[in-house]
């Protein structure tokens, strides 16, 4: 499938909402909640299901829960190798967006939010990449993800790519921030998948960590 056959357009990632078989969608406060999604006849399933999200915002304007929540999108919810090809075929690449954009790839029923329950006690690998190289690192992490490569159980949440101006972000999300055993694991895991140089710096980050400086830097007042 050529560029020209994927998604392009931002409004119809912002309008799109479950797989039109398998879904209900129901819209309250900007919030789409789809039945569970199931392998069709002759699919092979995947072990858990996934949900794309995509976000943008104005970086000028540090998000709260609430806010972030209302500007999250969800794209569609996956349960098979032939689902989630299908879908991911026709998004646009990361390295396309503009912006202050983020996609997002989470198990089924995880909101990518710190306050959601399954990430509360959680964190995150974080993976800073110089422009033009997001694209092809995205996809290897989110195939190792799904073809569950990680081998930690239950742990592993969802992957983030964040595109900003000077610089991409990679991350992956996990459940539990205080087991360093799965935490090393899990960074282990991402330098073998990404192929990363052994020189490459990679910082863990817990939730807490990060609620904290966001609430820190949207309470700070700047005196003219």
């Not at 500007?71 to 349960?79: E, K, L, S, Y």
């Not at 990449?129 to 993800?145: D, Q, S, V, Y």
């Not at 999300?173 to 052994?198: H, K, M, Y």
Request: aromatic residues 8%.
């Amino acid at each position: 499938m050529n560029h020209t056959d994927r998604v392009k357009d931002e409004d119809h990632l912002e309008k799109t909402g479950c797989q039109h078989d398998d879904s209900e969608v129901s819209s309250n406060n900007n919030n789409i909640q789809c039945k569970t999604v199931c392998p069709a006849a002759g699919e092979h399933p995947l072990q858990y299901n996934y949900t794309f999200w995509y976000s943008r915002r104005t970086p000028s304007r540090p998000a709260s829960s609430q806010s972030y929540e209302q500007n999250i999108r969800q794209i569609g919810t996956v349960a098979s190798v032939e689902q989630f090809w299908k879908l991911y075929s026709h998004l646009v690449r990361p390295g396309d967006l503009s912006g202050h954009s983020d996609f997002h790839l989470f198990k089924e029923g995880i909101k990518p939010m710190w306050e959601d329950e399954s990430n509360r006690s959680g964190g995150k690998w974080i993976i800073r990449l110089r422009k033009g190289l997001a694209n092809r690192f995205w996809e290897n992490i989110i195939l190792a993800m799904v073809g569950e490569q990680f081998m930690v159980g239950e742990e592993i949440c969802g992957a983030v790519v964040s595109i900003r101006f000077q610089e991409d972000i990679l991350s992956i999300w996990n459940r539990t921030s205080s087991d360093q055993i799965t935490t090393s694991r899990i960074r282990d895991t991402l330098r073998r998948v990404l192929n990363l140089p052994a020189n490459t710096i990679m910082e863990y980050k817990t939730h807490n960590d990060s609620l904290r400086d966001n609430s820190s830097f949207r309470n700070t007042k700047i005196s003219l």
